[in-house]
């Protein structure tokens, strides 16, 4: 018999953490109770040792761990789960008081059992919750309490005798109240109620004239084999709408069919079967009578040709036949006069643009402007300010361009040289036209008129500082982030981890990832 070879394989995959030898690094990791994935990942990211990986994450954990009422919790959301509260909420206490976590726990407890509330020997967390469980509106016991200036036990039980006051009874039966009545007959309970308004009578007996008049609308007889529960809602599938209506000796499938083959609405024959308390064919015969009595739509006639209405005469012309009554009933003019307007309108931007100045032509002005080297939109925007022709204001730009070239001179601001006025203004938010206007206002420099827009927009600033690194000024530590492709939070995290400055943390994760780029 072969002599069995002994296996060193799983030799190799033990681990020594604090003088204790594990059969794996994930075992360790299971036994002080850490993510084996999360220590792959950091020693992985930051290039150090499996045990500094582990260490970093026991003392997380530690850090964790609170003790509250002299017991040790292993999270602010353990805690919270025992006492049943919202981690949300209590952190958002931190937050807002910059107080401990144990004083955060310890005011939620104290709301928790100041909103607790005991309605006949049971208790419920709150109010709300108390209402919602025996089925009424918190909102009005609360308005109820404020009033009346009572207790919630008395507001809960008012509004419970009111809602046992509802209960509706007709036909013999009893319901729960007038809506579940409505619903049981195929009926919308806001309708009947409009009727009941209208009539002002009882409401079980306009509802007797209502069902007695819609034949049909009866709820199901209720028989040994199937039995109809309280509360289920009646079906309409005996209502006459689902039966054939004759009219004149023709049968159609139903009412609604008739009145689609005479043209004719059918909801306006039944509500006029209702008011006037006729039956449906009557109501269908003085529709279509007066169908026949209105005179048909006026056609449109424009340059001989004969169309249907104003509506088919735009859509040929490829026209908004709005916007074609509306210029005719602003401007006072015809029909025609108006659609002609468009059709032209419609022609003109279809054809090519053609720009003609000093006797040579272009294909635009866009390129005389570059031809010239003067912007287009301050062409444009002075021809419609000054109301003048678009070559005289071309002139004026091509005489002014040496002037208009020294205006738009280099900005200096705080000792960073920047192409133009505008272009600093861009960099912090301020309006150019503004500091302009101002320096012309008050006989003063750009440079001062700036300043005063900085100063206004200080609170602003305040939350936003500016930041320096390496003797360039940033408006912002954000905007000095994004330029160089690191994450600002990542910044500030490790500035108050590591107690350091904001410059030195720029550094370093600048450094990080100028190694990543290397490797």
Not at 103 to 131: D, F, M, N
């Given at each position: ?485 690191i994450n600002k939070n990542s910044v500030i995290s490790r500035s108050h981890r590591a107690g350091c400055s904001l410059q030195e943390a720029v550094e370093y994760y600048v450094s990080q990832q100028e190694r990543r780029t290397l490797d």
């Amino acid at each position: 018999m072969p002599r069995k070879i002994r296996s060193n394989y799983m030799e190799k995959f033990k681990f020594v953490y604090n003088g204790r030898t594990f059969e794996s690094k994930h075992k360790c990791c299971n036994f002080y109770g850490i993510c084996y994935r999360s220590v792959m990942a950091y020693q992985n990211q930051y290039k150090c040792r499996t045990e500094e990986a582990i260490t970093h994450f026991i003392e997380l954990k530690k850090n964790k761990e609170i003790i509250f009422r002299n017991r040790k919790w292993a999270s602010i959301k353990t805690c919270c789960e025992f006492y049943d509260l919202n981690e949300d909420s209590v952190k958002t206490d931190m937050w807002n008081r910059k107080c401990t976590p144990q004083e955060a726990i310890e005011r939620a407890i104290e709301w928790k059992k100041a909103h607790e509330i005991t309605y006949h020997g049971v208790k419920y967390p709150s109010l709300p919750q108390c209402c919602e469980d025996l089925g009424i509106n918190p909102i009005s016991v609360r308005l109820y309490m404020e009033k009346n200036g009572v207790s919630s036990t008395r507001a809960i039980t008012y509004y419970i005798k009111s809602k046992e006051k509802r209960a509706f009874e007709f036909r013999g039966k009893e319901y729960k109240n007038f809506t579940e009545c409505c619903l049981a007959y195929g009926l919308k309970p806001k309708s009947v109620s409009s009727a009941v308004f209208k009539a002002k009578r009882p409401h079980a007996d306009v509802m007797e004239e209502i069902i007695s008049h819609m034949e049909g609308c009866m709820p199901k007889e209720v028989t040994k084999k199937e039995e109809i529960s309280e509360n289920q809602v009646m079906s309409k599938e005996r209502h006459r709408a689902k039966e054939a209506f004759f009219y004149e000796g023709n049968k159609y499938i139903s009412l609604g069919q008739c009145c689609e083959f005479y043209g004719i609405n059918e909801s306006s024959v039944r509500s006029r079967a209702w008011r006037k308390k006729c039956t449906w064919e009557e109501a269908v015969k003085y529709y279509i009578q007066k169908k026949e009595t209105e005179t048909p739509k006026m056609q449109f006639f424009y340059k001989g040709k004969k169309y249907k209405s104003v509506s088919a005469c735009c859509a040929e012309y490829g026209v908004n036949a709005s916007s074609v009554r509306n210029r005719a009933k602003t401007t006072e003019c015809s029909i025609e006069e108006s659609l002609e307007h468009f059709i032209k309108k419609a022609r003109m931007e279809t054809q090519p643009s053609v720009f003609i100045f000093r006797d040579k032509t272009y294909s635009s002005l866009e390129e005389c402007c570059l031809e010239y080297g003067v912007n287009a939109d301050s062409v444009s925007s002075r021809k419609y300010r000054l109301n003048c022709t678009m070559e005289e204001s071309l002139e004026h730009f091509i005489e002014n361009k040496d002037m208009i070239a020294e205006r738009i001179q280099k900005f200096t601001f705080k000792g960073i040289e920047y192409r133009s006025l505008r272009a600093c203004c861009q960099k912090y938010g301020i309006d150019d036209i503004c500091v302009r206007q101002r320096a012309r206002d008050k006989n003063c420099s750009l440079e001062e008129s700036f300043t005063h827009f900085m100063t206004r927009k200080r609170k602003k600033m305040l939350s936003n500082p500016e930041f320096e690194y390496h003797g360039t000024v940033y408006p912002s530590l954000k905007v000095c982030c994004e330029e160089l492709g690191i994450n600002k939070n990542s910044v500030i995290s490790r500035s108050h981890r590591a107690g350091c400055s904001l410059q030195e943390a720029v550094e370093y994760y600048v450094s990080q990832q100028e190694r990543r780029t290397l490797d």
